[in-house]
């Protein structure tokens, strides 16, 4: 099989090692930002080929990956002015590999399918620093065809590649996913802050908890690492899993679910949010919980 000709659109921290991973791994890679600045400094420092706009990129392309904050964005990129729709050739591929809506996601590939031109949402679940060294997780949404052409690319990034369903499901399942991180996390700081104050050592809880499979392996990992050590580093910014939340509740809306518990946590992590601000890593969540007054004791 021929190699697949790339581009990319969007060098922020994430994207920008992407890049540089797929450049590493001897990929000819085409490059596109609208901070011209920050194009010029990639191409500078770790190559790629410039291009001028996303209809160009695509006129000489088979896959394009947008790494972009939200559906907005790709879909600019895609139907805006030079977009890459108006430049693909039939069979041309768009991975979604940011953080973005699953409605507006399934919208747009929908209106790329009109045109020929495959979409598949895939989410880069991970750090930078997983995004530099190839272990992200992919989430993947779209036809089982258009994955599997596109497979040496997310074996290149990444450790796992998790098939959701049609394009739009892997938007879906990462930030239903996020809901149950964030829920999780909350719940546990909660049951440590009572816990300290019944005397109960915090290490113990855990024991307990993972021994009766109430807290999965990774969540401890997490509280182990991060929450009782007071590192809180663990990469993942208290805002952008704010940002799934709210993604969620809209998802939710969408499909006419109601879900009393996510608006709950979307609120919680709302307050953390205003508190913390939201570049605080997700961990110390147990930061803000600390800060707040205790219940007033009711009269007997």
Partial sequence: ????????????????????????????????????????????????IITGSPKMMAQSCDVIITVLP???????????????????AKGGVLIDMGSSDPVATGALADELAHRGIDMVDAP????????????????VGGTDAVVERCRPIFETLGERVLRAGAAGSGQAATVLADFLRAVELLAASEVLRIG??????????????????????????VLRRQVLTREFDSGWALGHLLKNLETASALAQARDVESPLLVACRNAWAAAEARLGSGADHTALIRWLETLAPAAKSEA
């Fill in 124 to 139: 880069a679940l991970g750090t930078s620093e997983d995004a530099k060294a190839g272990k992200l997780t992919f989430v």
């Fill in 196 to 221: 300290g104050r019944c005397g109960l050592d915090a290490g113990m809880l855990l024991d307990i908890g993972e021994g009766l499979s109430v807290i999965g392996p990774i969540m401890g990992g």
């Fill in 70 to 88: 939200s559906a907005a964005e790709v879909r600019e990129v895609a139907f805006g002015w030079e977009g890459l729709a108006r430049g693909f």
């Fill in 1 to 48: 099989m021929a190699e697949l000709r790339l581009g990319l659109i969007g060098l922020g921290a994430l994207g920008s090692r992407i890049a540089a991973r797929l450049l590493r791994a001897g990929f000819s890679l085409q490059i596109y930002d609208i901070a011209d600045v920050a194009l010029r400094m990639f191409h500078m420092d770790v190559g790629g």
